[in-house]
């Protein structure tokens, strides 16, 4: 009899207790939620790919998402992108000229070959044109391949830096096994990108790009085909890679949160049940991990503008490449040798393909974090 009396008491006076300190506000619950989770790296991260003027400070971001504040709008990062234009058109001014006086020249020697008895002249003053275009087009296209390959390096680490505080997050706000599902698939989506696209689909656009320069070379046909094959091939990599992580997220999706939700529920029911205190556990329970699913939801919203500012400038520049190329190509059409032309359109096409595959990077992760945050909306 004692002991049941000593076990009511007890019962009592844990009730007492979580009603007055166990029912947190909302508020409360997602600032000391937030104060547990570090963005030392992913901050380190943000600063290797913008560096200190475009800096983009991740931690405050979170916290002004949570408090309804803005204080990083894309405004700014618009106002970069025209005026990152308008360097690029001028640094890239003087390439274009060259490549228009290279053009004319070397239309010249071919429009007055017939001029000349031997007609090796016309093919010897075509070779060092073509040269000189070839050296041109060449260091430009380096460089480009270079903004690419940079890009996705800092994609890549910015990710690897943001995915475990991340999926801390899901952690905390639906289980343990959807966390780790998505911890697992995300670290294999970055070894895919690092390899497929770094590793195979850069090298690949170089050699299409030889391979283009090498059959203008001379006037027979040679390498044509192969350079198409490789950009059928690359083209077919990107849409494939894109249809598998979307298939796969999308059908992770609809079963791994779903366990999660099913213990959480049983648990929050049985907790119910419990005469006196039950809709009290209940109550704290949602505010808890209601405030959790906001914090998560900020951090993914905080992801996703991160990315968007690491690739806006370089997909910029790189569509700055596209169009200099094409309207140089369109430009010396009428007057300059096909061959000539040809290198030129190759080169506007092997910049498309590094554009393409930054882009299709930065959609990748931009998908996977969108899928992570709307299959963990529902905690309960």
Excluded at 241 to 262: E, F, K
Excluded at 351 to 369: C, G, H, K, P, Y
């Amino acid at each position: 009899m004692i002991r049941k009396r000593t076990w009511i008491l007890r019962l009592i006076f844990i009730s007492i207790l979580l009603v007055l300190i166990g029912k947190p506000s909302a508020s409360y619950a997602m600032s000391t939620q937030e104060e547990e989770y570090d963005y030392t790296q992913i901050q380190k991260s943000l600063n290797s790919a913008l560096g200190k003027e475009d800096n983009m400070n991740f931690g405050e971001y979170v916290k002004n998402l949570l408090s309804g504040k803005e204080s990083f709008s894309f405004k700014g990062v618009f106002q970069k992108m025209l005026q990152t234009i308008g360097l690029e058109f001028k640094s890239n001014l003087s390439s274009l000229m060259k490549l228009l006086t290279i053009a004319v020249i070397s239309a010249v020697f071919t429009n007055f070959s017939h001029t000349f008895q031997n007609s090796q002249i016309a093919e010897t003053g075509f070779y060092v044109t073509y040269l000189l275009m070839f050296v041109i087009l060449a260091s430009t296209f380096i460089g480009a391949t270079k903004l690419a390959t940079d890009t996705l390096h800092n994609v890549l680490n910015f990710m690897k830096a943001l995915v475990p505080t991340y999926c801390m997050s899901v952690a905390f706000c639906t289980g343990a096994t959807t966390s780790a599902a998505y911890y697992q698939g995300i670290l294999i989506l970055v070894t895919v990108v690092d390899y497929l696209l770094l590793k195979i689909v850069f090298p690949l656009t170089s050699i299409y790009m030889m391979a283009v320069l090498a059959n203008n070379l001379s006037q027979e046909d040679m390498l044509s085909k192969l350079s198409e094959l490789l950009a059928t091939l690359i083209r077919w990599m990107l849409k494939t890679l894109l249809a598998v992580v979307i298939g796969i997220g999308t059908i992770q999706s609809l079963i791994t949160p779903a366990v999660d939700q099913v213990k959480r529920s049983s648990i929050i029911k049985a907790t119910q049940m419990i005469p006196g205190i039950g809709g009290l556990f209940s109550g704290v329970a949602e505010t808890v991990l209601g405030a959790g699913s906001l914090l998560k939801n900020c951090i993914g919203v905080a992801g996703l503008v991160a990315i968007i500012v690491i690739c806006a400038i370089p997909i910029v520049k790189l569509i700055i490449y596209v169009l200099i190329y094409k309207l140089v190509a369109a430009a010396i059409q009428p007057i300059s040798d096909k061959r000539i032309v040809n290198c030129v359109s190759a080169s506007a096409e092997a910049s498309s393909l590094l554009l393409q595959t930054v882009f299709v990077a930065a959609i990748l992760f931009e998908i996977v974090i969108t899928i992570v945050a709307v299959s963990t909306m529902r905690v309960t």
